[in-house]
T-cell receptor, first 115, second 111 residues
Framework: GAVVSQHPSWVICKSGTSVKIECRSL??????MFWYRQFPKQSLMLMAT?????????EQGVEKDKFLINHASLTLSTLTVTSAHPEDSSFYIC???????????FGDGTRLSIL | DAKTTQPNSMESNEEEPVHLPCNHS???????IHWYRQLPSQGPEYVIH???SNVNNRMASLAIAEDRKSSTLILHRATLRDAAVYYC????????????FGTGTRLQVTL
């Protein structure tokens, strides 16, 4: 089956640090990738959608200068949380699909803790 | 995308079949019915999807009502590894086709 690899699995860092999370599709071409955030005991919230080679489309209320998304190839997207603060601590999850008629395939998530 | 309604939680005994319901009374003709599940501390996992006809795969079956206003995800023999939050999501692939996760159904499986 389709595999999406997300790295790192968890990050602990100091306030003010920028953190980069990678999302790779291992066995298919991901024309579209999605980034979600999930707080404890809550559902997933879509942050942004990115198409390969285009700028990401951010959901309302998500700061694009805070959460930088790059989708430069058909197999890799990155999310950079710039100048992270404790309130950015969350579970970040990426997903990918090759075309809109196919299901999304998710990574295992990155647990980010900002001290 | 149209809204779905699911029970907050359900329980099942291991080795028994499980029927997880989903109501989607405002479904449109181009909405696909997708099911995903999320195991603890993991990203969601695709389970199954369909449009009008019932669907089967190695994980589950999807039964869709004739009027499409409801559907049921069927796990034929629940195992402890099926304990997860199950999400029923409608997607119009003709438009934005992004997943909007609701609260889902938390399935507990006991011995």
């Amino acid at each position: 089956g389709a595999v999406v690899s997300q790295h790192p699995s968890w990050v602990i860092c100091k306030s003010g640090t920028s953190v980069k999370i990678e999302c790779r599709s291992l066995d298919f071409q991901a024309t579209t990738m999605f980034w979600y955030r999930q707080f404890p005991k809550q559902s997933l919230m879509l942050m942004a959608t990115s198409n390969e080679g285009s700028k990401a489309t951010y959901e309302q209320g998500v700061e694009k200068d805070k959460f930088l998304i790059n989708h430069a190839s058909l197999t890799l997207s990155t999310l950079t949380v710039t100048s992270a603060h404790p309130e950015d601590s969350s579970f970040y999850i990426c997903s990918a699909r090759d075309d809109r008629y196919q299901p999304q395939h998710f990574g295992d998530g990155t647990r980010l803790s900002i001290l | 995308d149209a809204k779905t309604t699911q029970p907050n939680s359900m329980e099942s005994n291991e080795e028994e079949p499980v029927h997880l319901p989903c109501n989607h009374s405002t479904i449109s003709g181009t909405d696909y019915i997708h099911w995903y599940r999320q195991l603890p501390s993991q990203g969601p996992e695709y389970v199954i999807h369909g449009l009008t006809s019932n669907v089967n795969n190695r994980m589950a079956s999807l039964a869709i009502a004739e009027d499409r206003k409801s559907s049921t995800l069927i796990l034929h023999r629940a195992t402890l590894r099926d304990a997860a939050v199950y999400y029923c999501i409608l997607i119009d692939t003709g438009t934005a086709s992004k997943l909007t996760f609701g609260t889902g159904t938390r399935l507990q499986v006991t011995l």
